[in-house]
Structures are given as structure tokens and as C-alpha cells.
């Protein structure tokens, strides 16, 4: 009878333990652009920025990519997305339902792309916390992951080149 019981007591746990959802966020800023007016391309080292990024997540299969509505975000994010065959989804960082956005990601892996000053903005009102500063203009390469395994959230900076 002990014997069973452990046994139940061990399967009840590894079940409830082992159903929590991962969802995860790879956060990054847009790259270098070919000027500094409203909503300009990127510039040929943004451009090979991008297909640097694209390397970089070579192995991580997302399942949604989300950018601003600037060419800038857009041509940031498509090499990535075009490589998963994922569309690219225009969001608002003025205007981000944070639980809303959680749900509708709920269990994915999701790349974001935004500014400098959006995407610290966006994490910090991921993790709840005002944990990270305005990226400097000068920074391309700082990816940001959020990771939510139920109710836990743990989060990462790692400045790349």
C-alpha cells in the first residue's frame, strides 16, 4: 500500500508539475538604419545585421514575429521570418494589452521587434518589473528573452555583436 501510494503521489506531480506552458519571448531592437528621418530602410549593415540575427535563430522555431509598422522593423525581422515561413504581424507599442498579449502567445516562441526606448519598455511591462534602461543609439545587439513557465517568468539580457 505505501508502495502505491508513493507511486500515485510520484505520477500526480511529475503530471501537475510537468504540464505548465512555456511561452518564449526573443526581444530585439530594429537594425542600424541609412538615416535618421521618419521611417527610412536599413542601410547595408543593417541589412547584414539582419541576416546575422537570422543566423542566430537559426535553431529556434518560432511560431509567431511581431515588428513595428516601420520599414526599419519589418526589414529587421524578414529574413528570420521568411526563413520559418511565418508572416510578420504589426503591433503598437503604444498600445500593448500586456495580458491579452500573453494569452494570444500563450505556449510559443515569439520574436519581437522594435526601438530602442519600445522594446526595454515592452520587457519590463513583460516581467513586471522597470528592470531595463532606454537601449542607446549606438546598441544593435542586445537580444532580451523572456521566458513564462506558468506563473514563473525568468528573463535574460545578452549583448551580441
Known amino acids: 500500500m505505501k508502495k502505491f501510494l ?3 503521489t510520484f505520477l500526480f506531480l511529475n503530471i501537475s508539475f510537468g504540464q505548465k506552458i512555456t511561452t518564449t519571448y ?13 521611417n527610412p530602410d536599413l542601410s ?3 541589412m ?3 541576416e546575422h540575427w537570422n ?3 537559426a535553431e529556434v522555431d518560432f511560431d509567431l514575429v511581431y515588428t513595428t ?3 526599419r522593423t519589418v526589414q529587421t525581422a524578414s ?7 511565418n508572416t510578420v504581424k504589426i503591433y503598437d507599442p503604444k498600445n500593448i494589452a500586456i495580458e491579452s498579449f500573453k494569452k494570444e502567445t500563450l505556449g510559443k ?18 516581467i513586471n518589473r522597470k528592470t531595463y534602461e532606454d537601449i542607446g543609439d549606438s546598441t544593435f545587439g542586445n537580444l532580451y528573452i523572456v521566458t513564462l513557465i506558468g506563473d514563473d517568468i525568468s528573463h535574460q539580457l545578452l549583448k551580441l555583436e
Do not use: C, W
Not at 526573443?26 to 521618419?38: L, T
Not at 516562441?109 to 513583460?126: A, E
Open 26 to 38: 526573443y526581444f530585439i531592437r530594429h537594425a542600424e538604419k541609412v538615416d535618421s528621418s521618419k
Open 48 to 50: 547584414e545585421r539582419a
Open 109 to 126: 516562441k515569439v520574436l519581437i521587434v522594435g526601438h530602442s526606448n519600445t522594446i526595454p519598455n515592452f520587457v519590463n511591462q513583460m
Open 44 to 46: 547595408p549593415k543593417g
Open 55 to 57: 543566423k542566430i535563430f
Open 69 to 71: 509598422d516601420f520599414k
Open 79 to 85: 529574413p528570420t521570418a521568411t526563413a520559418k515561413k
Open 6 to 8: 508513493l507511486l500515485f
